[in-house]
């Protein structure tokens, strides 16, 4: 649904988006993430022809964003940073101004306010009243619905749940979620959990280059240099450090808390090894008392620090 090909864009010396390519496929939601300043939103902004690039091709649906724009606005979605609202207008006098906009049949529109009202969870009292005095969560949904309203092949959401609280966040995450089962979405997002829980794949960019792309778990297995187990084993301090100095497949290990004679211990191995059967296997023969045997996994935000922090 998406191709991204060699995109470049300048202001002025700056490099804002350098020479990145990369698809969405149909009914795929793509988080798309990065540090402020890696050229995220001005992605976003030629995806959704409000800018063209300087080099390089973007095509959506089949048409390109430099020679069908109209046609690409139409087929998108778009729900920016900023929320597009007017905050004076009547919820549902703002989605049937938008329903408008959009070209959607007079005899249509009715019934396509109330499926994307449903669809966002608003109901007729919240409708009813003026977008300026409706709360954040309900603002934002009110947004969602403008995007949805003309029913697009794809939807792009840059920043859908910035200032909302846990629940609210929660509510916008399931909704999205719902909405990636026939559309296909990319997803901009500072919120490391919500992009984890909610996107089939992730493109990481910083500098206006993407440096990491694959699901939550392929990041992770890529950025991970060594398999690290967490074991704590009740025994002999003595005799279980002389077992895992022979122990095969074990890079190093160190101990990490003592107490009442349960001995916890980091231990580390080559990466794509999987040493906690033998480690189980080992616990059971010396007669030893197993209370935590388990292998760590780098978490997206792990991952995210890994390859956007200027060290690595």
């Keep these: 649904m998406i191709t991204v090909t060699n995109l470049s864009k300048r202001y002025g010396p700056t490099i804002a988006v350098n020479n ?6 149909k009914g795929e939601i793509l988080g798309f993430l990065g540090p402020n300043g890696a050229g995220k939103s001005t992605t976003m902004k030629i995806l959704t022809c409000y800018l063209p690039p300087d080099q390089g091709k973007a095509t959506l649906a089949g048409f390109d964003t430099f020679e069908d724009s109209l046609k690409i606005r139409e087929k998108i979605g778009y729900l920016p940073e900023n929320t597009p609202l007017y905050n004076d207008m009547i919820a549902a006098d703002y989605l049937r101004f938008i329903s408008e906009i959009r070209r959607i049949p007079i005899s249509k529109r009715k019934t396509r306010i109330k499926e994307v009202a449903h669809l966002c969870g608003l109901n007729r009292e919240v409708l009813g009243k003026n977008i ?6 309900f603002r934002q949904r009110v947004a969602l619905a403008q995007a949805l309203i003309h029913d697009p092949d794809i939807l792009i959401l840059d920043e859908p749940t910035v200032g909302l609280d846990p629940n609210q966040i929660a509510e916008i995450r399931i909704l999205i979620k719902e909405i990636g089962k026939e559309k296909t979405v990319i997803l901009c997002s500072h919120i490391l959990p919500e992009v984890q829980a909610t996107c089939n794949r992730i493109i990481i960019i910083k500098d ?3 440096v990491g792309s694959g699901t939550p778990e392929e990041l992770a297995a890529q950025a991970q240099g060594e398999e ?4 704590t084993i009740q025994g002999s301090q003595k005799d279980i450090q002389e077992k895992l100095d022979a122990f095969e497949n074990i890079n190093e290990y160190r101990l990490t808390d003592s107490e009442k004679g349960n001995f916890r211990f980091e231990l580390k191995s080559q990466k794509g090894t999987d040493i906690r059967k033998s480690l189980f296997q080992l616990v059971v023969e010396n007669k030893w008392t197993l209370t935590e045997l388990q292998k760590t996994q780098l978490t997206l935000e792990d991952v995210f620090k890994q390859l956007t922090t200027e060290e690595n």
């Design 20 to 25: 990145i390519s990369f698809e969405v496929q």
């Design 132 to 137: 300026g005095h409706l709360s954040k969560g």
């Design 208 to 210: 206006g280059q993407i």
């Design 228 to 231: 690290i187990v967490y074991i």
